[in-house]
């Protein structure tokens, strides 16, 4: 399975990024999705996470409100709109897939993509 994460670049506060996940070399069906990031010195931190049927959604409370994800199964992709953007938002933003119906650990992801750097100015 090989994840590919993109959408990444430079955007002043307040404004908007959609990052995208292609998976390929294996059936999406059944993953759960997530996103995390990753700023220097720090530990990756969990973003978003969405299961297979996009039911529901979850978030880490830095992001609530501003970040949506979503996925379109026949396009084995999984979408982060963020909005609002904040120069504490700067990081490596990868996406993950798991087996789990739902994650939002690292541990728990077995799959990973190489990440897009996003870069948010004051």
């Known amino acids: 399975v090989q994840l590919q994460a993109f959408g990444g670049g430079l955007v002043q506060a307040g404004g908007s990024l959609r990052l995208s996940c292609v998976v390929s070399?294996?059936?999406?069906?059944?993953?759960?999705m997530g996103w995390f990031r990753q700023s220097p010195g720090k530990e990756r931190a969990f973003v978003a996470a969405i299961p297979w049927s996009g039911a529901n959604t979850y978030y880490a409370g830095s992001v609530k409100g501003r970040f949506t994800i979503s996925r379109d199964n026949a396009k084995n992709t999984v979408y982060l709109q963020m909005n609002s953007l904040k120069p504490e938002d700067t990081a490596v933003y990868s996406c993950?897939?798991?087996?789990?119906?739902?994650?939002?650990?690292?541990?728990?992801?077995?799959?990973w993509g190489q990440g897009t750097l996003v870069t948010v100015s004051s």
């Open positions: 993950a897939a798991s087996f789990r119906i739902i994650a939002t650990v690292p541990s728990d992801y077995e799959y």
């Open positions: 070399g294996r059936t999406f069906s059944g993953y759960s």
